[in-house]
């Protein structure tokens, strides 16, 4: 019999990817999971009898009077003779027998018949049931059981649901088991029987799970990593590739995988990045679904975008696995079901996130300077206060209108582990305004002793006035836990220059405790493009007399700086003539002298 199981859960490990708590007998011989010999042994009832069951050692005891040669698990034996309506305590029966997992034999009942099993995990523990035999339990129509069924309800409450899944079949011995996770709590296991039958019964094991498995006890549930359950949602989830960065790969899954997933749900991931520049890679590991003429219910769709309505990148049905790699700033995942599909073996999906930054096209110039007296007016514009104590200069980046208009930059790819004082310097046209919006940011030491400053123009000495000190320690992320962009951080200079001064008391020493800041600049022509509004996101007047006479209405909202903003990005131009000017406009507006 031990033999028989390890082939069992090698086949479907390598065909079907179902995992489940392997439950061994103790020998070859025994008569069942806790009967070891069906007698031979001294009677818990009768001291003076040697004619009752012997028991498994660790984990059986004796049923008593009424069934002498059987023995059950210690803590539910004296329900050997009607296991019905019964309370599985994890905490209780590891006290008792030494085990977490066990035998479920309902009692042989003519129908209509009625019982309920109540699973009580412990801390840190998961349901898992495994069905193996039904007799007589209902019939399946092809989209749902009728007469009868074995289901799984979250809660105490043992009120079948209709909308959730439901087992069933006349005479069916399933190998693999049939295998459902519980991941909320507490669960009943429900066995009913709506007509009339002269025997009704079902056999499965169950197994209280850990949520997170140690090397000594593995856990076979599927255990999301990086991603965050939506309050008020079933099966609802947002993914971060900052939470993913911290925590290694992200995975997600089907509801319940890797037992069966439940049948009528529409179940969204939302993948978000921190970078407009942040390419998503999804790997589907494992897919197991109905075949194709159920694709129109039971389906993985990749969305580029919050929502269905976006462009569809991907549609996965069947057992076809896929790869999926695209830019962010959204990416949506969805999963649906419908009704359950006979031999109730399909478990859905489970992926990976990776997340990769594209090389980003806008390169400032880097300049090394040398620390002397007879240093030039450029290359004196960093404060002597980011010289470090070694005497070596720090890095020096400076950003031209006239090599890029906007883009991204981030420190991470821009500083060498190294260098702890840094500086971005972003130099516009005359007519040309600098625009800086932080996305992220994470300052570790306490004090103050890492520190970010934008200054309007140079810091050197009284050249510049300093606009922003962000002193540590803060982290600032571009989205909060649903996956929506938090308030933007957005700075602008009165003239053409903007200097970004960064500093880190101690070098990097792993990407987890990095210290960083990422964030997009835009160079804005005030002449061309109109005077911004304060306080305001992208409004803009032009004025007649610090415009020109006449020019073109563009579309803001391409430039990077604004790929934070959720939803529509509205943005009001305002035409402001002087006296004796008209506004007149052909497919575009601009100015004219009358």
């Known amino acids: 019999m031990r033999v028989l199981w390890l082939l069992i859960v090698t086949r479907v490990l390598a065909q079907a990817q179902v995992v489940w708590t392997p439950i061994y007998f103790e020998g070859n011989n025994q008569v069942d999971m806790w009967t070891a010999k069906a007698e031979g042994c001294r009677c818990s009832f009768d001291l003076s009898r040697q004619d009752c069951a012997c028991c498994v050692k660790e984990g059986g005891c004796q049923c008593g009077l009424h069934s002498p040669n059987r023995c059950s698990q210690c803590g539910i034996h004296q329900y050997c003779n009607n296991m019905c309506n019964i309370t599985l305590s994890s905490r209780n029966l590891y006290e008792k027998s030494r085990k977490s997992h066990g035998q479920i034999k309902s009692p042989s009942v003519e129908g209509p018949a009625f019982c309920w099993y109540r699973l009580l995990p412990d801390s840190g523990q998961r349901v898992e049931i495994q069905i193996y035999r039904l007799v007589s339990v209902g019939r399946f129509n092809g989209t749902s059981c009728i007469g009868g069924f074995v289901q799984l309800v979250s809660g105490l409450d043992s009120i079948p649901r209709a909308l959730d899944g439901q087992i069933c079949g006349a005479d069916e011995r399933f190998a693999p088991p049939v295998v459902i996770f519980e991941d909320r709590g507490a669960a009943t296991l429900i066995f009913q029987i709506l007509e009339r039958t002269e025997r009704s019964q079902f056999l499965a094991y169950f197994s209280f799970t850990p949520r997170n498995g140690t090397q000594q006890q593995p856990a076979l549930g599927f255990q999301s990593r990086g991603g965050r359950r939506i309050e008020h949602t079933e099966c609802d989830w947002v993914y971060q590739d900052s939470w993913c960065r911290d925590s290694g790969p992200c995975r997600l899954a089907s509801p319940g995988y890797p037992g069966l997933y439940g049948p009528n749900k529409l179940c969204k991931y939302l993948i978000t990045t921190s970078s407009s520049h942040t390419r998503v890679r999804i790997k589907f590991h494992s897919l197991s679904l109905p075949p194709k003429d159920h694709c129109s219910t039971d389906f993985v769709k990749v969305y580029h975008g919050s929502s269905t309505s976006s462009p569809l990148l991907a549609t996965l049905c069947g057992n076809r696995k896929q790869e999926v790699v695209h830019a962010g700033p959204n990416l949506l995942v969805q999963f649906s079901s419908g009704p359950l599909v006979s031999p109730f073996h399909y478990n859905g999906f489970v992926a990976s996130l990776d997340f990769t930054e594209r090389p980003v096209t806008t390169q400032p110039t880097v300049r090394t300077t040398v620390k002397s007296t007879t240093r030039t007016t450029e290359t004196a514009l960093l404060s002597d206060a980011l010289w470090n104590s070694t005497g070596q200069p720090p890095c020096e980046l400076l950003y031209y209108s006239n090599q890029s208009r906007n883009g991204l930059f981030d420190s991470r790819g821009l500083?060498?582990?190294?260098?702890?004082?840094?500086?971005?310097?972003?130099?516009?046209?005359?007519?040309?305004l600098v625009f800086i919006s932080l996305a992220n940011y994470n300052l570790r030491p306490t004090s103050c002793r890492s520190f970010v400053e934008l200054y309007d123009g140079y810091s050197k000495n009284a050249q510049g006035s300093l606009i922003k000190r962000i002193c540590s320690p803060i982290a600032k992320r571009t989205r909060d836990n649903t996956g929506r962009f938090q308030d933007r951080e957005n700075y602008?200079?009165?003239?053409?220059?903007?200097?970004?001064?960064?500093?880190?008391?101690?070098?990097?020493?792993?990407?987890?405790?990095?210290?960083?800041?990422?964030?997009?600049?835009?160079?804005?022509?005030?002449?061309?493009?109109?005077?911004?509004?304060?306080?305001?996101?992208?409004?803009?007047?032009y004025r007649s007399h610090t415009s020109h006479s006449r020019g073109k209405l563009t579309n803001p909202g391409e430039t990077e700086i604004y790929w934070t903003v959720d939803g529509n990005l509205e943005c009001i131009q305002r035409l402001v003539p002087s006296v004796n000017y008209n506004i007149c406009s052909r497919a575009a507006a601009w100015y004219t002298n009358p």
Request: aromatic share 8%.
């Open 415 to 432: 500083l060498q582990e190294s260098q702890q004082n840094c500086s971005l310097i972003f130099i516009g046209g005359p007519t040309d």
């Open 492 to 541: 602008i200079s009165t003239g053409n220059i903007l200097q970004l001064n960064f500093r880190r008391s101690v070098p990097s020493v792993s990407m987890e405790n990095m210290e960083y800041f990422q964030g997009a600049f835009l160079f804005h022509d005030e002449l061309l493009h109109g005077t911004p509004t304060p306080s305001s996101l992208c409004d803009v007047e």
